[in-house]
Every structure is written in C-alpha cells, then in structure tokens.
C-alpha cells in the first residue's frame, strides 16, 4: 500500500520566503534560498496532509493571523541567519 503524504508548510513557507526576500538585498543562490527554506521549516510544526481535502483545510488553518505571523518570524529569522553567513563557493 503507498500512501502520498505532503507537508504543506514546505509549499506556504516557499510563498513566504518569496515574499519576504523581494524587500531585502541578499544573496539568493540555490543553496542560500534552500538553507532558508530548511532552516525556516525546522522552526515550524509541520502539517502533513494526504488529501487535496485536507491539503485546502490545513492552508486555511496555516492563514490564521498567529500562524501566519510565527512562518513570518521563522522565515525572517531564517533569512537574516543564512546572509549573515551565505554559501560563497
């Protein structure tokens, strides 16, 4: 049996990490935006879901003002930790 299981916090803080990087100047190479992405999700709860159902549930109860608020926090606190200390090769 295979079951197909999404954390949607993945696809809400991608929107927000987005957002958020449009209003600051900082490097934004592959690896620092997925250093940003994995730092910022590891400071989330996740919400797994295994429906398109459960999936538009989740994102309304993710759009509440004190959630959005904390993936706001995490995906800023992300941002100013990784172009304090960005991936130069």
Known sequence: MEVEVTNIMEGIVRERLEALLAEV???K????MGDMMAMSLNMLKPKYVNSLKGELFSRLDS????????IDIAVTKAIKTVSEHPHRS
Request: glycine letters at 6%; charged letters at 25%.
């Open 25 to 27: 100047d900082c490097c």
């Open 29 to 32: 190479c592959e690896k620092c």
């Open 63 to 70: 759009g509440t003002w004190q959630n959005t608020v904390d």
